[in-house]
């Protein structure tokens, strides 16, 4: 168990990167709390698994380092790091049974076969896996592979750090379910660093305490789930995460006032406005659970109404501008005109994507 | 560095032969029996030049190329639609069936060497080309069913159903979508036909006697009749392999998959 | 995958059976027919029972050749397979260089087995070949027209070199088949070099070595033109494989009757090893 830090992380691919684009790692500096759950959530193409590979040792940085508590392991091959990885795909050893998949790590590493005996029945207790260990691993289904792969990582005793490459991905949706929760169950068994690779929101969400939202090679908000929500720091962490996205209108600062179409509106943070210099390309963000349809207010033209379950999603139209909102079930809602509300305090002005802060603060 | 080391000396050692025979290809009679020299000291163009001018040389291989192709058509043509029953379907004996068909690719050439040699004169095709492309395909389509089917193994059968409620009739089906799934498959099988048919001596050999005399039996029987003239033999030789090096030149790219025969 | 039942597929079948079945099943015919008779020319024959099956068996001549087959065979399996798959596992994964070692080592496969033969035998001369010059040069007697043991070993060499490379080939691709991930999971699991090779990249290699072994067997057990050229069978009869006798019972001496029977033994071994290994195989893809 180990605390992870990563300190100015960039890299690239190429041997000479010159260009900022060259870099699949822009920059990243960030601390990871020894016991934590974490997710990386990011569309494909982020870096996140490059971010992983970098931690596990598989892939040396083009510059920068990595700490796990206070040893420098930049240099330190993946083995000598003792980490733990579970794969997109169930990688198990075909011709070894359940038992020696999981002792395999364990007897690579001179355990005594005692010892072996003990932790892997016990890992095959936590994992549902007892059944059928003698058996051989390919004879196994998807999610009983996966379960291996994870367990073969569960086993040892050394793990500094666990992490998760969209293990997920294979699996039957309603076994997706369960392995979550295993996962879950595990970490507060096993008390392990985690980190889980992901570009689905709600597998981020439930698994981890923490979010690190990346995009293009940067990590753009890392938090809570209840943070991302209610404060993105960027507008991509707005449109990512919640379904639908947050709303991305594009606006004005004029005197300190945000205008979106000649409408002044409200947002929490308006005292950075006065900050945005004139060049930035200014934008307004709001989520769809926070606009209410009002007797006055931005008026609009409502074009469709979905059913989503317990709410409805209302498509609305200002201009050339269609705005997302979500409203009761109950609510009775007839298309044509009407006003909506956006909440003062959970709409926020972002300026070249980041949310706009007082530059007094920063 | 060591990793490269082991490949580099085993391409050295392949090359090393046909070294030696382009060496001996470009030497006067005198020479290669004279001296040891590892280059030609008398460098002469005369092997080539026989070769390429005499009738009875460069119709050899002409002979051979036309059957070679005659087979690998007829081959993969014919193993087509039987590997997508096979890799489709199930019906009665096909599991026999297609361990028959294989049974043929493991029959020795020289079993059937003379009974061929009967059977094409009796059905007055012997010293065609279309006999030894025909004889060749006893061993070519068990080969090219069995390398077809491993690669239609792969393709989801989903893409069959797809183009029947898209109204394709099954002929249109086969030729516009099929093929162009497994063409990396197709290429395979042609090319180990070709192969085949191209490197086998013996039928090609006993099915031919002056018309469609293969480069084999000019080479064998010149090498007997003109004594020994080793310059020629290895002029001869070297362009023997020109062929498959234009055939191995097309497939490059998909010789590392390929040869995996299409599910590992 | 799941199949259809359609006994409709036939349709699709029979056009290679009856092509192959021409080509197998009438020279075959010929075949069991001299083996049961005996003929004076002229196309007379005379019953002759399974006479032809217990001379051939019996004989000593059968009985050399076939313990020199299965020698070649087994010693050229046992270079060639190991030293494929060694030649393999050292190759570039990737790059340029990577078609340019592929393409260089397909190269022997594509050349006709008489110019294999002869190529060796120019090569292998003791006067005027690189490979015997050499070899003499450095003070060892060879002459693989007179000594048996230089005949066999230039014959495995000729071997070796000719066909290796369809094993590189094949478990080259068996091993770029193998995802990256597997190779990562061993480093972070501890794994020795041995152990990613045992555990790994010999299960994946499964399936192709199964047919290059299954593929060299057949192509070694049938082995003519190659050795004939080079050697001519001999010095003595010390290199002359099943093929070649076959060939110089029915060709060179006329004797159909023995030729026959021969030829169908001979056959029946082949498919008999073959059909142990199919079975095999079989059985261990159904696990």
């Known amino acids: 168990m180990a605390k992870i830090t990563l300190k100015d992380i960039r890299h690239s691919y190429y041997s000479s990167p010159t260009a900022d684009e060259d870099y699949a790692i822009k920059h990243i500096d960030t601390i990871f709390q020894n016991g934590g759950a974490y997710a990386l959530l990011g569309p494909s193409g982020c870096g996140k698994t490059t971010l992983l590979s970098i931690i596990s040792g598989l892939i040396s940085p083009t510059s920068g380092n990595i700490w796990f508590d206070d040893e420098n392991v930049t240099e330190v091959d993946t083995i000598h790091r003792h980490i733990a990885q579970v794969f997109q795909f169930p990688v198990i050893y075909d011709t070894m049974t359940v038992f020696d998949n999981l002792a395999f790590p364990l007897r690579n590493r001179g355990v005594s076969e005692a010892d072996i005996q003990m932790r892997v029945q016990e890992v095959a207790e936590m994992l549902d896996l007892e059944e059928g260990i003698n058996r051989r691993a390919a004879s196994l289904t998807v999610d009983g592979k996966q379960k291996i792969s994870l367990g073969r990582g569960v086993v040892r005793e050394d793990v500094n750090v666990m992490m998760f490459d969209e293990p997920l991905t294979v699996i039957d949706q309603n076994l997706k379910w369960e392995l979550r929760s295993k996962l879950k169950e595990l970490h507060q068994k096993v008390d392990t660093t985690m980190i889980y690779v992901t570009h689905d929101q709600t597998e981020a969400l439930t698994f981890a305490d923490e979010v690190l939202v990346m995009y293009e090679g940067k990590v753009v908000q890392s938090g809570t789930p209840v943070e991302l929500f209610e404060k993105p720091m960027h507008t991509f962490v707005g449109y990512f995460i919640g379904s639908p996205g947050m709303n991305v209108l594009p606006c004005q600062v004029k005197n300190g006032d945000v205008v979106f179409e000649d409408l002044n509106v409200l947002c929490s943070n308006q005292a950075a406005a006065s900050s945005v210099s004139s060049g930035m390309s200014t934008e307004l963000g709001i989520r769809p659970e926070f606009i209410r349809f009002a007797d006055e207010g931005i008026p609009v033209n409502v074009r469709r109404v979905d059913d989503i379950g317990r709410h409805q999603l209302v498509h609305v139209e200002h201009g050339q501008h269609g705005i997302k909102m979500i409203c009761p079930e109950e609510q009775p809602i007839t298309e044509g005109s009407a006003n909506i509300q956006f909440d003062p305090s959970r709409t926020y002005l972002y300026a070249d994507g980041w949310l706009a802060e007082n530059s007094n603060t920063t | ?264 | 995958m799941n199949k259809t039942i359609k006994q409709g597929a036939w349709l699709f079948v029979i056009p290679v059976v009856v092509l192959v079945a021409f080509n197998a099943l009438i020279p075959l015919m010929t075949v069991v027919n001299y083996s049961m008779q005996e003929t004076f020319g002229d196309n007379v024959f005379f019953w002759e029972g399974l006479r032809w099956f217990e001379q051939v068996l019996n004989s000593e001549r059968f009985h050399d050749s076939f313990v020199r087959q299965i020698t070649f065979t087994a010693i050229i399996l046992l270079i060639e397979v190991p030293l494929g798959i060694a030649i393999a596992l050292c190759m570039p994964r990737k790059g340029f260089w990577v078609s340019v070692c592929l393409v260089l080592m397909a190269l022997p496969l594509l050349i006709p087995w008489n110019v294999v033969g002869a190529m060796w035998n120019i090569f292998a001369l003791p006067d005027i070949g690189l490979l015997g010059y050499t070899i003499n040069a450095i003070g060892i007697e060879y002459n693989f027209t007179r000594q048996p043991f230089a005949a066999w070993f230039t014959t495995i060499l000729m071997d070796v070199w000719h066909w290796t490379s369809l094993v590189v080939l094949l478990a080259y691709a068996g091993l770029s088949a193998i995802p990256d991930a597997y190779y990562q999971a061993a480093k972070i699991d501890g794994a020795s070099r041995w152990a990613v090779f045992i555990w790994i990249q010999l299960p994946k290699m499964k399936r192709v070595l199964t047919i290059a072994i299954l593929l060299r067997f057949m192509d070694s057990f049938m082995i003519y033109t190659e050795p004939f050229v080079l050697t001519g069978g001999g010095p003595g009869n010390t290199t002359t494989f099943l093929s070649i006798d076959l060939v110089k019972l029915a060709l060179g001496q006329f004797d159909l009757g023995p030729a026959a029977a021969m030829s169908l033994i001979y056959f029946f071994i082949v498919l008999l090893i073959c059909w142990v290994f199919y079975t095999l195989m079989m059985k261990n893809e159904q696990q």
């Not at chain 2, 163009?45 to 009875?56: C, G, H, Q």
């Not at chain 2, 026999?96 to 004169?121: C, E, I, K, S």
Request: glycine letters at 6%; charged letters at 10%.
């Open chain 2, 1 to 264: 560095m060591s990793r490269w080391l082991v490949p580099t000396l085993y391409i050295v050692f392949l090359l090393l032969p046909i070294y030696w025979l382009l060496n001996m290809s470009f030497k006067t009679t005198n020479e290669i029996l004279g001296t040891f020299a590892l280059i030609p000291l008398e460098f002469t163009l005369d092997n080539y030049i026989k070769i390429f001018t005499d009738p009875a040389w460069y119709r050899g291989y002409i002979n051979s190329i036309l059957y070679v192709v005659i087979n690998t058509v007829i081959s993969v043509s014919f193993a087509l639609p039987a590997a997508y029953a096979f890799s489709r379907y199930r019906f009665l004996g096909d599991k026999h069936l297609f361990f028959w068909l294989l049974t043929n690719r493991m029959a020795p050439p020289a079993v059937f060497a003379l009974p061929f040699f009967q059977l094409y004169a009796a059905i007055d095709l012997f010293d065609t080309h279309i006999a030894v492309a025909l004889a060749h395909c006893l061993f070519n389509i068990p080969l090219a069913v069995w390398i077809l089917e491993g690669f239609m193994s792969g393709v989801p059968k989903q893409l069959d159903e797809m183009a029947y409620i898209d109204g394709y009739s099954f002929p249109r089906f086969f030729v516009k979508i099929f093929m162009p799934a497994v063409a990396s498959g197709i290429g395979v099988a042609a090319f180990f036909c070709f192969m085949y048919s191209w490197v086998e001596m013996l039928l090609s050999k006993t099915l031919t006697s002056v018309a469609a005399k293969s480069i084999a039996a000019t080479m064998t029987r010149t090498a007997s009749t003109a004594g020994y003239e080793l310059g020629l033999l290895a002029a001869a030789g070297a362009l023997t392999i020109i062929p498959g090096a234009i055939v191995i030149y097309f497939v490059r790219n998909y010789i590392a998959r390929g040869f995996s025969l299409g599910r590992v």
